[in-house]
């Protein structure tokens, strides 16, 4: 008996302290997006200002897609990117630009989709947020928020889920949970399908930004 103590004594001496550094590890990172999410709020709102007084926009950029899908109709995809400019002393104009966030609005059908991505310093996935349902008259039929929290190798290191049905509040729910009754699709794939944007929208803005004058 003293000895299986001891070897408990043993184990929670190695494993306490290897806890603690990676549950500080996930902090300072979530911390980071909060940081991160605040810049890129700051340089919307800095464009929109610039935009009620029509003067060309600064750091950014917009790509809309319109396709008519089978089943559903028109869907208008409006995707926004926000980055920083890179430069060297010596150098009059920027020699390189770094990805902060990407806004996303789009339907499909009367499904309403919104998304915000936002990069670390090193164009890695950091943050992503959405928010959809299906909208009638004044209210949602029902309505999910997602957010998650991504390491610098793309693994999910947090997730926050809220889902309401109709004329209901927001409520905490599981990854597990289905998007809806009528749905088979777990909240989970969704933080999949997210990581694969961060990846598809970067290389988007890389190769706007590799356009030769």
């Known amino acids: 008996m003293r000895r299986k103590m001891l070897l408990f004594a043993l184990l929670v001496t190695l494993v306490v302290p290897v806890w603690a550094q990676k549950n500080e590890k996930i902090e300072a990172r979530v ?3 909060r940081d991160r999410y605040a810049v890129g709020l700051s340089n919307i709102a800095t464009n929109k200002e610039y935009e009620r007084d029509e003067i060309p926009a600064v750091n950014y950029t917009t790509v809309v897609r319109k396709q008519n899908w089978a089943g559903s109709g028109l869907s208008v995809d409006k995707m926004e990117f926000y980055y920083t400019e890179i430069e060297e002393d010596m150098e009059p104009y920027p020699v390189g630009y770094s990805l902060l966030m990407v806004r996303r609005t789009y339907n499909m ?10 990069y670390d310093e090193d164009g890695n996935p950091l943050f992503w947020f959405t ?14 928020e997602l957010r998650g929290y991504y390491a610098a190798d793309g693994t999910l ?5 809220k889902k309401a049905g ?9 990854v597990n949970d289905r998007v809806n009754a009528y749905d088979e699709e777990t ?14 929208f970067k290389t988007v803005f890389l190769s706007l930004y590799d356009v030769e004058y």
């Open 31 to 33: 911390q980071l997006a």
């Open 109 to 118: 059908g009367s499904l309403d989709y919104f998304e915000e991505y936002v």
């Open 131 to 144: 928010r959809y349902g299906y909208y009638e008259g004044k209210s949602y039929d029902f309505k999910v």
């Open 157 to 161: 290191i947090r997730t926050i889920c």
């Open 166 to 174: 109709k004329n209901e509040e927001l409520k905490t729910c599981s």
């Open 187 to 200: 909240l989970e794939a969704s933080f999949s399908r997210a990581l694969d944007n961060f990846r598809k």
